[in-house]
């Protein structure tokens, strides 16, 4: 027997909704929990709120979670929730909805975690990646979000769960899809890992692809493109792709993962790229007219008062040159390689100088 079928929506979670509502016909948002199958996107920031929520919730209803956090927390997550959606969504969760709303067995959903009679954790079969092409980016009408063109990452950096829930390869959503959900929008911004590496294996760029993408969008739309909400490498900036992205793009801005300015941190992380390369890839940027907008995390496991130094000197001469920044905290997320470590203090110099750049709009985001 049928019973309602609602979103728990909150403003973090909007992307997640706007994939998953399409394939879901007939669900709700809402904004507490009801009676009936409750649905539940989140992250680790936001882990303890939706944690106690549930807990204190008085509604009838299975809860069901996925998002980044029960992803990597299964077992955590079940003390508070009925079942767990590992990974993608889009295939495992109307067909957990259905099996639960038919009375089926839930043994055989691929994908999920769940606590037997015996209470014992179980984990069924993996499931394999989606065809992005196959389910759409968001139900107009309904949630107008931006359009995710990648998904996965080929780099392990050991701070990032972007491998560990969508997987090491990368996988993009075809032109023709991109090209029909952008009528939905005036101002059309993207979503992926690093928006450069459209249509390749996310190691080598193809400025090709990208060419093909941004001109097949009509030109009476404003296309945002290698900016917030994406991010791009630095060693996939060059002088070709940047004149693909000045003559169809909008946007004034490229947003670049950089997070240290120490090699030896770098290193650590495991990021694939020189410091060298983070000031290549701004210095080509302002060449083209475009602002850098430059991610370091402060605070990342080994970081010594030296390698904050190292990541001073980088800042000075970004933002002296015309760069801002944007700064993080390190905040260890599970599923990572980093998840059982602490941030390292920060040291008076990354203090004094942030609050100087934040002060001067050259620096916005966390750095404590």
């Not at 973090?12 to 509502?21: E, G, M, Q, R």
């Not at 016909?25 to 989140?42: C, E, R, T």
């Not at 990541?311 to 997320?333: C, E, Y």
Request: aromatic residues 10%; proline residues 6%.
């Amino acid at each position: 027997m049928e019973c309602p079928v609602n979103f728990r929506f909150f403003k973090k979670n909007t992307h997640s909704i706007a994939a998953l509502i399409p394939l879901l016909q007939g669900a709700g948002i809402v904004h507490k929990p009801a009676d009936g199958i409750m649905l539940y996107s989140f992250a680790t920031m936001q882990a303890s709120f939706v944690f106690k929520e549930v807990a204190q919730s008085g509604s009838d209803s299975l809860f069901i979670a996925g998002g980044p956090h029960p992803s990597a927390r299964p077992e955590e997550t079940l003390r508070f929730f009925d079942y767990v959606v590992i990974g993608e969504g889009e295939e495992t969760l109307p067909e957990l909805v259905d099996v639960l709303q038919n009375s089926g067995d839930v043994s055989s959903v691929k994908g999920i975690a769940y606590r037997d009679a015996g209470r014992d954790v179980v984990f069924t079969e993996k499931r394999d990646n989606v065809n992005l092409d196959s389910y759409p980016p968001f139900s107009p009408g309904v949630i107008n979000s931006n359009i995710e063109i990648s998904r996965g990452c080929p780099f392990g950096c050991s701070y990032c769960q972007t491998p560990q829930l969508f997987g090491h390869s990368m996988r993009h959503r075809g032109i023709e899809q991109v090209v029909k959900y952008s009528a939905f929008h005036r101002d059309i911004r993207f979503t992926s890992p690093n928006a450069f590496a459209y249509g390749s294996d996310g190691k080598v760029p193809r400025v090709d692809k990208v060419g093909s993408l941004l001109r097949a969008i009509p030109r009476d739309r404003n296309i945002f493109f290698g900016t917030f909400p994406s991010e791009v490498r630095p060693e996939f900036i060059s002088d070709e792709i940047l004149d693909v992205v000045s003559k169809y793009c909008a946007n004034t801005t490229i947003s670049m993962g950089g997070q240290s300015g120490s090699q030896k941190i770098l290193d650590r992380i495991r990021r694939g790229h020189t410091v060298e390369d983070i000031i290549t890839g701004a210095e080509k940027c302002l060449d083209r007219g475009f602002t850098p907008v430059v991610d370091f995390i402060f605070g990342l496991p080994g970081e010594t008062q030296e390698d904050q130094h190292e990541s001073v000197k980088v800042i000075k001469w970004l933002t002296g040159n015309g760069a801002r920044i944007h700064s993080h905290h390190f905040m260890p997320l599970p599923g990572t390689a980093f998840e059982n470590m602490e941030p390292e203090p920060l040291g008076r110099e990354v203090k004094k100088l942030m609050g100087k750049l934040a002060l001067h709009g050259k620096a916005t985001g966390k750095w404590y």
